[in-house]
Each structure stands twice: as structure tokens, then as C-alpha cells.
């Protein structure tokens, strides 16, 4: 691919981008392969990275959303009643939490919002700024 | 043998134990922080874990992540590279407790090295020369008395020091006060250790180091030396090489039995390095490094030994595959280190992105890396970007080898050390060979007044 074609494509993503409401995007086609980042406004919360499941287009339910991310390496506990796509958080409560050599580290909604995708299953390893959830404000 | 190792480091180092680790049929788990996502270590490993972001308290650092990421991954030992935790006797005892070998020595052996002062101790017991000096000094005015009996000038050292940090050279008593101050502040900050001891300055000595193996069954063997006195001001290395050049053979053979017995005497396992001051025909010894080093490539060049490997093995529980009489140094190797740094401006480190990076090849060349075309620096890290390594039958042909290969070098984006160490290839003192300590810092302060 030509610097010039790359430069199209990304020109025509970032717009993308932008309408989706992602902070950032990455992009691999064959060899190639480029991470877009929307400029962050003063003040305003930087989301985690998205993962890749994210970028699909044919998960419009993702879009505009809060990602809750892990902020250790460890285990995930899904905290009981678990939670499922579709279901409303009156406020703030523990979504899970992470087992870190014994430790548990709580995953918590900040907040009221509907719960639009859980990226993990109870007992999956997670790394640091995986996403957990999504929740759309 | 092992059947995963993460690998707690980044940079050509992880590379460097990736190498050694699939060469021995040994998988891998890369740890990374958000700044590395597009390094090369995470793309080489079989596996990779983001532990934390960029700054390293929080990643490499952050011991709780990078066990975690061990255990869950499955992997059975940890080895640790050079800097971020590689001496941290904490870490490898936690690894421990959490059935994970740690690739280096004891955790007991790390502490008594890593406490400058207590293995000078340990080392004159051993019947080891070391550098005229005291133990830990509790005041400044303790500190001076020492430094009138040894005599001025002095070297303020941090006990929990490395890196040139939290050492000052003194060359009187009314320097003494402030330099103990900023000297103690420096290593409080640093190594949340503010203790000193007080050390003879030799004139302009020679850095020699000797690399020692030593397995769990009792076998140890010594590599040879390698001369590091090209150092920066800030007392960093920057030219390395091995054998020493116009070394007298008798202190050679001097370093090289002293290095065994230390090893012996504290029951050293795992690959190490004992670093001695060589002022004419006096060898003191100043520190053993409880690590592999980053100059290690030049003993592995004239010796023919992956260090990394074996490493790997005598952690595994397995004995030396050779002994003394099996190792005979062939030929000369001198590494250049090339760092992200400005080399007029006091080797100021810089950042950015790369937008052109050409190794060198040809006959040997070996270059070890982690960067390439396009890459990013990031700030939080070591500014060295990659090691170019030259192997010649004599030292003159390895000289003449490097200055080859740093011409063909091309790195652009970032400022370099790569033209300012082609140019000190051509200086006739370190033609000549045997230099000090003090040559570089001596040839800077030469430019900086004809400037």
C-alpha cells in the first residue's frame, strides 16, 4: 500500500472515528497496520482502549459508551446478580472484580447507565486497560 | 529445563532473552507497558501482558502485575534482564513464594551485593582487595575524618547506589558538607536509602570487570574480563570491550583468580560480574553486579558461550557444561552503545519517533535491538536504543570493524551517540589502549574549551 492510500483510508476512518465517538482506533490490513487517536478536550475523560470487537462495525450497540477497563493483571470474578447486556444500573455498583494474587481489586460502574456489552467471561486472565464492559450514560 | 519464562524486562534486553529462551525450546511471556504496545519484545514472545502505563512504577515495576501475569500465563520462572527489578531481592523472593524461579542468584546473595558497603566487607574477609575507605558514615564530620586518614580526593558513595547516582568526588574538606548533602538527597530520592561510606579516588584508574558463571553444584568458572573505562561523566558506559587491551598478564591472571575466589566465597550462583578499579598495578574491587550485564556480548563474541543461556540453565538446576580448561578467549570485541542522546549537549536523552533506522551488517557485526523504522521512544525508559557489537582477530581489526559498521549506521528522528563513538574510534589514546576513567570526561571538557 502506498503512503497516499494510507493516508485516504485513514483521512476517511478518522471521520468515522469521530461520528462513532472512539478515542481511538487501530486498523490492520495485511502488512499494515495504524492506531488513529481523536484529540482529547481539556477536561474530558480519556476512554480505554478499545478492543478490536469494539471497532466492528456491526456493533453499533458499543458506540458513545463508557469503557470500564481492568487496571491490574489478574482473574476476573463476575460480581453476583451478574450483569448482562441490556440490563439498566440504577447507580453505581461492583460489576466484578480482579484477582490479583489474592487480592481482590473491584471493578465498580461510577455510576448509573445501561450495561450495552460484557467483553468477559467469569474466570478469563485480563491485563492492564483491558475493557470489561461497556455502559452507554 | 523451564517450560514458559516471562521475561520482566523490555528493550533489546527482553529480545536478548527471547533469543535465548526459544533457542532452548523454552516459550515465552512478554510483559509491556501502554507506551511499549508497538515494541518488538511483545511481537518476538509467544505471549504478552500489558502490566501498567508508561512510567515504570506503575509497569515494569509494579510486582504485583508482572507475578500475576507469570501465574496466570502459566510460566515457571522469571528472568528478570538488567535494571527495573533484575536486583530487587524483594521480587525474587516473592517469585519464590509464588513457586516461580527467579533466573539469577539468591535473594540473601542479591541483599549482600546490592548493599555496596556489606559486600566490600564480605569481599575483604574473603581476602579481596578493596578500595581504601569506610563503612557506612553516619555524619558528615564522621566522613571527614575517614577522608583525612585515607587522604583527599574522596568518593562520597551511596551504599544502596548505582549508576553514577548519589556519588560525589570530593578533592577537599570544605567541599565535604555540601557534597555529602546532595550526594545523601540524591540516593534518599533514588534508592530510598540515604546511607554513605566513604571511598579512596583513585587518578584516573581503569574500569575492569570479570564475568564469572557459577552453578548449583559448585562449579564456577570465570569468562575473562572486559575493560569499561570509556565511561560518561555521569560514570555511565558507553564503549565496552574483551579482552582488557595492554593489560600486564600477571594482573590479568590476578583478576581473573580473585574473581573465582569472591565468587566462591559467597557462595554466588547463577552469571555475575565483579567490577575492579586498576590504577597501575593496584586492583581493588569495587562491586559485584548480581545480574546479566548489557555488555555482556563481547565475552559472548570471544568466548563463544550464550551467557543467556546459561543463565537460564543454572537456574533450571543444571551444571556448567564446561570448566576452566574448556574456555580460551578468541580474538577482540568492542560494543558501542547507542543511545537516544545528544552527545553535545551533556548526552541530554531524547524522545520521539524514528523515522530511519539502517543497522549495520557484514562480517562481525552483531546488533542488538529493539528498534525499528517508524518506532517510538518514549520518555520513561533507558535512552539506549541498541548495541553494535564488532569481532576481530586483533583488537586493531575490531576497531577498524566498528568504524565500518557506525558508518553505515543510520538512525534518524532522534539525536545519537553512533557519530560521536565513530569518532572517538579514531582518538590515538583509545587507539593506543589503556585509558582511565577519565579520558572521556577529560576529551569533552578538551572540546568544550576549543568551542
Same mark, same amino acid.
Given at each position: 500500500?502506498?503512503?497516499?492510500? *494510507?493516508?485516504?483510508?485513514?483521512?476517511?476512518?478518522?471521520?468515522?472515528?469521530?461520528? +462513532?465517538?472512539?478515542?481511538?482506533?487501530?486498523? &490492520?490490513?495485511?502488512? *499494515?497496520?495504524?492506531?488513529?487517536?481523536?484529540?482529547?478536550? /481539556?477536561?474530558?475523560?480519556?476512554?480505554?482502549?478499545?478492543?478490536?470487537?469494539?471497532?466492528?462495525?456491526?456493533? /453499533?450497540?458499543?458506540? &458513545?459508551?463508557?469503557?470500564? +477497563?481492568?487496571?491490574?493483571?489478574?482473574?476476573?470474578?463476575?460480581?453476583? /446478580?451478574?450483569?448482562?447486556?441490556?440490563?439498566?444500573?440504577?447507580?453505581?455498583?461492583?460489576?466484578?472484580?480482579?484477582?490479583?494474587?489474592?487480592? &481482590?481489586?473491584?471493578?465498580?460502574?461510577?455510576? +448509573?447507565?445501561?450495561?450495552?456489552?460484557?467483553?468477559?467471561?467469569?474466570?478469563?486472565?485480563?491485563?492492564?486497560?483491558?475493557?470489561?464492559?461497556?455502559?452507554?450514560? | 529445563?523451564?517450560?514458559?519464562?516471562?521475561?520482566?524486562? #523490555?528493550?533489546?534486553?527482553?529480545?536478548?532473552?527471547?533469543?535465548?529462551?526459544?533457542?532452548?525450546?523454552?516459550?515465552?511471556?512478554?510483559?509491556?507497558?501502554?507506551?511499549?504496545?508497538?515494541?518488538?519484545?511483545?511481537?518476538?514472545?509467544?505471549?504478552?501482558?500489558?502490566?501498567?502505563?508508561?512510567?515504570?512504577? %506503575?509497569?515494569?515495576?509494579?510486582?504485583?502485575?508482572?507475578?500475576?501475569?507469570?501465574?496466570?500465563?502459566?510460566?515457571?520462572?522469571?528472568?528478570?534482564?538488567?535494571?527495573?527489578?533484575?536486583?530487587?531481592?524483594?521480587?525474587?523472593?516473592?517469585?519464590?513464594?509464588?513457586?516461580?524461579?527467579?533466573?539469577?542468584?539468591?535473594?540473601?546473595?542479591?541483599?549482600?551485593?546490592?548493599?555496596?558497603?556489606?559486600?566490600?566487607?564480605?569481599?575483604?574477609?574473603?581476602?579481596?582487595?578493596?578500595?581504601?575507605?569506610?563503612?557506612?558514615?553516619?555524619?558528615?564530620?564522621?566522613?571527614?575524618?575517614?577522608?583525612?586518614?585515607?587522604?583527599?580526593?574522596?568518593?562520597?558513595?551511596?551504599?544502596?547506589?548505582?549508576?553514577?547516582?548519589?556519588?560525589?568526588?570530593?578533592?577537599?574538606?570544605?567541599?565535604?558538607?555540601?557534597?555529602?548533602?546532595?550526594?545523601?538527597?540524591?540516593?534518599?530520592?533514588?534508592?530510598?536509602?540515604?546511607?554513605?561510606?566513604?571511598?579512596?579516588?583513585?587518578?584516573?584508574?581503569?574500569?575492569?570487570?570479570?564475568?564469572?558463571?557459577?552453578?548449583?553444584?559448585?562449579?564456577?568458572?570465570?569468562?575473562?574480563? %572486559?575493560?569499561?573505562?570509556?565511561?560518561?561523566?555521569?560514570?555511565?558506559?558507553?564503549?565496552?570491550?574483551?579482552?582488557?587491551?595492554?593489560?600486564?598478564?600477571?594482573?590479568?591472571?590476578?583478576?581473573?583468580?580473585?574473581?573465582?575466589?569472591?565468587?566462591?566465597?559467597?557462595?554466588?550462583?547463577?552469571?555475575?560480574?565483579?567490577?575492579?578499579?586498576?590504577?597501575?598495578?593496584?586492583?581493588?574491587?569495587?562491586?559485584?553486579?548480581?545480574?546479566?550485564?548489557?555488555?555482556?556480548?563481547?565475552?559472548?563474541?570471544?568466548?563463544?558461550?550464550?551467557?543467556?543461556?546459561?543463565?537460564?540453565?543454572?537456574?533450571?538446576?543444571?551444571?556448567?557444561?564446561?570448566?576452566?580448561?574448556?574456555?580460551?578467549?578468541?580474538?577482540?570485541?568492542?560494543?558501542?552503545?547507542?543511545?537516544?542522546?545528544?552527545?553535545?549537549?551533556?548526552?541530554?536523552?531524547?524522545?520521539?519517533?524514528?523515522?530511519?533506522?539502517?543497522?549495520?551488517?557484514?562480517?562481525?557485526?552483531?546488533?542488538?535491538?529493539?528498534?525499528?523504522?517508524?518506532?517510538?521512544?518514549?520518555?520513561?525508559?533507558?535512552?539506549?536504543?541498541?548495541?553494535?557489537?564488532?569481532?576481530?582477530?586483533? #583488537?586493531?581489526?575490531?576497531?577498524? %570493524?566498528?568504524?565500518?559498521?557506525?558508518?553505515?549506521?543510520?538512525?534518524?528522528?532522534?539525536?545519537?551517540?553512533?557519530?560521536?563513538?565513530?569518532?572517538?574510534?579514531?582518538?590515538?589514546?583509545?587507539?593506543?589502549?589503556?585509558?582511565?576513567?577519565?579520558?572521556?570526561?577529560?576529551?569533552?571538557? #578538551? #572540546?568544550?574549551?576549543?568551542?
Amino acid at each position: 500500500m502506498t503512503e497516499d492510500v *494510507i493516508a485516504a483510508r485513514a483521512r476517511a476512518l478518522a471521520g468515522a472515528l469521530t461520528e +462513532a465517538g472512539f478515542a481511538r482506533l487501530r486498523v &490492520r490490513d495485511g502488512d *499494515i497496520e495504524f492506531e488513529l487517536r481523536r484529540a482529547v478536550q /481539556p477536561g474530558a475523560t480519556i476512554p480505554a482502549p478499545v478492543p478490536p470487537v469494539a471497532t466492528d462495525a456491526e456493533k /453499533p450497540s458499543a458506540r &458513545r459508551d463508557d469503557l470500564v +477497563a481492568s487496571d491490574v493483571v489478574g482473574i476476573v470474578r463476575l460480581t453476583r /446478580p451478574v450483569v448482562v447486556e441490556g440490563l439498566d444500573l440504577d447507580g453505581d455498583r461492583e460489576l466484578a472484580y480482579v484477582e490479583t494474587l489474592g487480592i &481482590r481489586n473491584p471493578v465498580r460502574s461510577r455510576g +448509573a447507565g445501561r450495561i450495552t456489552a460484557v467483553f468477559v467471561t467469569e474466570g478469563q486472565p485480563v491485563e492492564y486497560g483491558q475493557p470489561l464492559f461497556a455502559i452507554e450514560r | 529445563m523451564f517450560k514458559k519464562v516471562l521475561i520482566a524486562n #523490555r528493550g533489546e534486553i527482553a529480545l536478548r532473552i527471547n533469543r535465548a529462551c526459544h533457542e532452548l525450546g523454552v516459550a515465552t511471556v512478554a510483559i509491556f507497558s501502554d507506551a511499549d504496545r508497538q515494541s518488538l519484545h511483545v511481537r518476538h514472545a509467544d505471549e504478552a501482558f500489558c502490566v501498567g502505563p508508561g512510567p515504570v512504577m %506503575r509497569s515494569y515495576l509494579n510486582i504485583p502485575n508482572i507475578i500475576s501475569a507469570a501465574l496466570i500465563s502459566g510460566c515457571d520462572a522469571i528472568h528478570p534482564g538488567y535494571g527495573f527489578l533484575a536486583e530487587n531481592a524483594r521480587f525474587a523472593e516473592i517469585a519464590a513464594d509464588h513457586g516461580l524461579t527467579f533466573i539469577g542468584p539468591k535473594p540473601a546473595v542479591i541483599n549482600a551485593m546490592g548493599d555496596k558497603a556489606t559486600a566490600k566487607r564480605l569481599m575483604r574477609e574473603a581476602g579481596v582487595p578493596t578500595t581504601p575507605g569506610s563503612d557506612i558514615v553516619a555524619s558528615v564530620d564522621e566522613a571527614r575524618a575517614v577522608s583525612e586518614k585515607i587522604g583527599y580526593p574522596v568518593l562520597l558513595k551511596a551504599t544502596a547506589g548505582g549508576g553514577g547516582k548519589g556519588m560525589r568526588a570530593v578533592t577537599g574538606p570544605q567541599e565535604l558538607p555540601t557534597a555529602f548533602a546532595t550526594a545523601q538527597a540524591e540516593a534518599e530520592a533514588s534508592f530510598k536509602d540515604g546511607r554513605m561510606y566513604v571511598e579512596k579516588l583513585m587518578p584516573n584508574p581503569r574500569h575492569i570487570e570479570v564475568q564469572v558463571l557459577a552453578d548449583e553444584h559448585g562449579g564456577v568458572v570465570h569468562l575473562g574480563e %572486559r575493560d569499561c573505562s570509556v565511561q560518561k561523566p555521569s560514570h555511565q558506559k558507553l564503549i565496552e570491550e574483551a579482552p582488557a587491551p595492554v593489560l600486564d598478564p600477571a594482573i590479568r591472571a590476578r583478576l581473573h583468580a580473585i574473581a573465582t575466589t569472591a565468587t566462591r566465597a559467597v557462595a554466588y550462583t547463577n552469571a555475575g560480574t565483579l567490577e575492579f578499579l586498576v590504577s597501575g598495578s593496584d586492583v581493588y574491587f569495587m562491586e559485584m553486579n548480581t545480574r546479566i550485564q548489557v555488555e555482556h556480548p563481547v565475552t559472548e563474541l570471544i568466548y563463544g558461550v550464550d551467557l543467556v543461556k546459561e543463565q537460564i540453565r543454572i537456574a533450571a538446576g543444571e551444571a556448567l557444561g564446561f570448566s576452566q580448561d574448556d574456555l580460551h578467549p578468541h580474538g577482540h570485541a568492542i560494543e558501542v552503545r547507542v543511545n537516544a542522546e545528544d552527545p553535545q549537549n551533556n548526552f541530554a536523552p531524547a524522545a520521539g519517533t524514528l523515522s530511519t533506522v539502517v543497522f549495520p551488517g557484514g562480517p562481525g557485526i552483531r546488533v542488538d535491538t529493539h528498534i525499528y523504522g517508524g518506532a517510538i521512544v518514549p520518555p520513561f525508559y533507558d535512552s539506549m536504543l541498541a548495541k553494535i557489537v564488532a569481532v576481530g582477530r586483533t #583488537r586493531e581489526s575490531a576497531i577498524l %570493524r566498528m568504524e565500518r559498521a557506525l558508518g553505515e549506521t543510520r538512525i534518524e528522528g532522534v539525536k545519537t551517540t553512533v557519530d560521536f563513538c565513530r569518532e572517538l574510534m579514531n582518538e590515538p589514546e583509545f587507539r593506543a589502549g589503556g585509558i582511565g576513567v577519565g579520558w572521556l570526561p577529560a576529551i569533552l571538557a #578538551r #572540546r568544550a574549551a576549543a568551542v
